[in-house]
């Protein structure tokens, strides 16, 4: 079945950098666009970015342009995010996505709290 393990999280201080990862299992990886959503508590889980299936392409939402890049090794099996210049409004817990046959599949998320 599909798996998503998501690792990387912890604190990190105003400003500073933080790369997060996660490890699929379960499906053809290489095959399947990836995504990455984070939930910051009382707010809507929401799209961060997102990789093609052979990492051509990435797109980002506005809350990570200039500062978080994705990025998959298919090789490995894993998609990562390279998050810099963290604001405290960045602290959430942050998800792994794959969508297949009509359905999303998530990991259990990693938290990441931003402060000084």
């Known amino acids: 079945q599909v798996q998503l393990v998501e690792s990387g999280g912890g604190l990190v201080q105003p400003g500073g950098s933080l790369r997060l990862s996660c490890a699929a299992s379960?499906?053809?990886?290489?095959?399947?666009?990836m995504s990455w959503y984070r939930q910051a508590p009382g707010k809507e889980r929401e799209l961060v970015a997102s990789i093609s299936s052979f990492g051509i392409s990435t797109d980002y939402k506005d809350s990570g342009k200039g500062r978080f890049t994705i990025s998959r090794d298919n090789a490995r099996n894993t998609v990562s995010l390279q998050m810099n210049s963290r604001k405290p409004e960045d602290a959430a817990v942050y998800y792994c996505c794959v969508n297949r046959g009509g359905k999303s599949y998530w990991g259990k998320g990693t938290l990441v709290t931003v402060s000084s």
């Open positions: 379960g499906f053809t990886f290489r095959l399947n666009a």
